[in-house]
């Protein structure tokens, strides 16, 4: 099986507020960002982040990006540029070497390619990838929380539970690199469970602004079917399934 997704980036001033992304579906993405940074080192950020929220997986990756420097840094120039220590043809330092080192050792043993694809021109996964990575920098540039995505989730990553007639979510987030400064994220959901209401997943009356009484933990346990409804309608909204949920309960 092959992975298919996006990876892009974002610098306001170029350096200056930076954001970076990838992004697979509405419910399988992650993005993060430095207050001061380029576009080149969101680009590969978003590479380096893709790979390593991968990492445990054995599929093929398949990773679409608008940035020629990106592709050709990872695909013709890195090796020569390691057996010469790190240093290019004219013998000047290679820009961006923590990222180009880390994105190195993140690349052994995995299977992928690259593809081009034009900025702007509205392919949905890379106009996704390219929208997260801007919100990001546009949070750095106002000071503000950004939203740093579900990070690696896929029906795959659903597991039976003990009874076997429920299953649980088991996500992989994406790790933040050393150099990373990220913005205040939003608070970390609280663990959800299980409920008897008929109504819990109708999304009639309910919406992710909704919140869960303070000082209670509730435990849910969803079904296969309860939880793709629930992951479908928080992709519609642009919330987490968390906050969704959170906000019904």
Known sequence: MT??????????????????AWYVNDFCWAAGGW????????????????????????????????SQY???SVTKWMRGWKAKGWRKADGKPVLNLELLQEIDAALVGRRYRFEWVKGHANHPLNEAADSRARAVSEAFQ?????????????????????????????????????????ATAPPASKPAGRSAHPELFSFD?????AAAAP???????????????????????????????????
């Open 205 to 209: 009356s309910a919406g992710p602004e």
């Open 215 to 249: 000082g209670r933990t509730i435990s849910l346990t969803l079904s296969v079917d309860e939880h793709a409804r629930l992951a479908e309608r928080a992709g519609r909204l642009g919330v987490s399934s968390e906050e969704l949920l959170r906000g019904l309960i």
């Open 142 to 182: 106002r000071k503000v929380p950004f939203k740093p995505g579900p990070g690696w989730v896929r029906t795959g990553d659903l597991v039976p539970a003990p009874d076997a007639s429920t299953a649980v979510v088991r996500s992989t987030p994406a790790r933040r690199g050393a150099a990373e400064r990220p």
């Open 35 to 66: 207050e001061h940074a380029t576009n080149n080192q969101g680009e590969l950020k978003a590479v380096l982040e893709l790979f390593r929220a991968t990492a445990h997986l054995e599929d093929d990756l398949l990773v679409l990006c608008d």
């Open 70 to 72: 990106v592709i050709n």
């Open 3 to 20: 992975i298919i997704a996006a990876a892009d980036g974002s610098a306001l001033g170029n350096p200056g507020p930076a954001g970076w």
